[in-house]
């Protein structure tokens, strides 16, 4: 079973930055497509960003796109999430996850599929962006 962990979460001023993590453990993520989701208390998931299992296709929210960089490291089975110029609508908790093996497309994220076609989810962690 795969499980992911997120950290690097916290508060940052307005226009500040911060980098998320995810360490996967149990299963390795070398064929997997891999995202990063945000979630407030009674709205709807959105998908972030997602990048291919070998890193050569990414995808980005347009409320994302230019600030926030999705990268990863198969070897060291890591997923990060670079978030420069942060304004406070970017205050949510954010969720790394992962497809099922040899999913690595991110064919649901594109599409916009039920769960955006992920089947593992970590905890998440919780971004606050103060003005």
């Known amino acids: 079973q795969l499980q992911l962990v997120e950290s690097g979460g916290g508060s940052v001023q307005a226009g500040g930055s911060l980098k998320l993590s995810c360490v996967a453990s149990?299963?390795?993520?070398?064929?997997?497509?891999m995202g990063w989701f945000r979630q407030a208390p009674g709205k709807e998931r959105e998908g972030v960003a997602s990048?291919?299992?070998?890193?050569?296709?990414?995808l980005y929210a347009d409320s994302v796109k230019g600030r926030f960089t999705i990268s990863r490291d198969n070897a060291k089975n890591m997923l990060y999430l670079q978030m420069n110029n942060l304004k406070p609508e970017d205050t949510d908790t954010y969720y790394c996850a992962a497809t099922v093996a040899y999913a690595g497309g991110c064919d649901g994220f594109r599409d916009g599929r039920e769960n955006y076609g992920m089947a593992y989810w970590g905890k998440g962690i919780l971004v606050t962006i103060s003005s």
């Open positions: 149990g299963r390795t993520i070398n064929s997997r497509c």
């Open positions: 990048m291919s299992y070998d890193g050569t296709l990414t």
